[in-house]
């Protein structure tokens, strides 16, 4: 298997675009995660679905963030627009049961 | 790489040496424990994990340690390697929810 896969590896925009992040999670796996990382707060979660269904997005920082799993094999994070303080490594992640979740190689975001 | 910021609490140890982590967590209600390994330029990696009806279990290199009394999880490293620099995180899932919750993780430099 692959692992999990994101894409763009890395994106630069500017600020008050719009940025759409995308991941592929492991065949089989019912979870996604969607997590944020950053120096001054480290890894936090922001959203995450079982079987496509989100079940907590209280991580989600503003109404600018939005995110959607319409199938089993493709969830999307978008913001729009963009901000600076935005600016981070997103991972997404996917597990079976509880516990191992398998992290994906990330997006790095810079906005300007 | 994308890994985290450089003020993160930092073990320096030499190789060969035997390494230990510290984590200490608040929230007494969690029930499973994980020690994640990140590399620069990498996703989080599963190393080992622990249920709250344990307080010791072994793998290969590596044994966790939990006291559940002062709320505290260590992770030893047997004879330490060059490919065991990274930062290391602890993370806590609470029963009832799939989310794990980081700690803000420890950079392990071994000096060779």
């Known amino acids: 298997d692959a692992g999990v896969i994101q894409s763009p590896r890395h994106e630069v925009t500017e600020m008050g675009q719009e940025v759409t992040l995308r991941c592929k999670p492991i065949s089989g796996h019912d979870y996604l995660f969607w997590y944020r990382q950053t120096m001054m707060r480290g890894l936090e979660l922001l959203i995450y679905?079982?079987?496509?269904?989100?079940?907590?997005d209280s991580g989600m920082p503003e109404d600018r963030f939005s995110a959607k799993m319409p199938n089993a094999s493709f969830s999307t994070l978008k913001i729009q627009p963009s901000e600076p303080r935005d600016s981070a490594v997103y991972f997404c992640?996917?597990?079976?049961?509880?516990?191992?979740?398998?992290f994906g190689p990330g997006t790095r975001l810079t906005v300007l | 790489g994308e890994s985290v910021g450089l003020h993160l609490p930092t073990l320096s140890v030499q190789e060969g040496d035997n390494s230990i982590i510290n984590c200490a967590y608040s929230?007494?209600?969690?029930?499973?424990f994980i020690w994640y390994k990140q590399e620069s330029g990498k996703g989080p990696q599963f190393i080992i994990d622990i249920r709250s009806n344990m307080d010791k279990r072994q793998g290969q290199r590596v044994t966790v340690l939990l006291n559940k009394t002062v709320k505290h999880l260590s992770l030893q490293i047997a004879a330490t390697q060059p490919g065991d620099s990274a930062v290391y995180f602890c993370a806590e899932n609470t029963a009832g929810r799939r989310a794990l919750t980081f700690g803000s993780g420890t950079r392990l430099q071994v000096q060779p």
């Open positions: 929230n007494s209600a969690s029930d499973y």
């Open positions: 679905f079982n079987n496509n269904v989100p079940i907590d």
């Open positions: 992640a996917s597990s079976v049961v509880l516990g191992e979740q398998f």
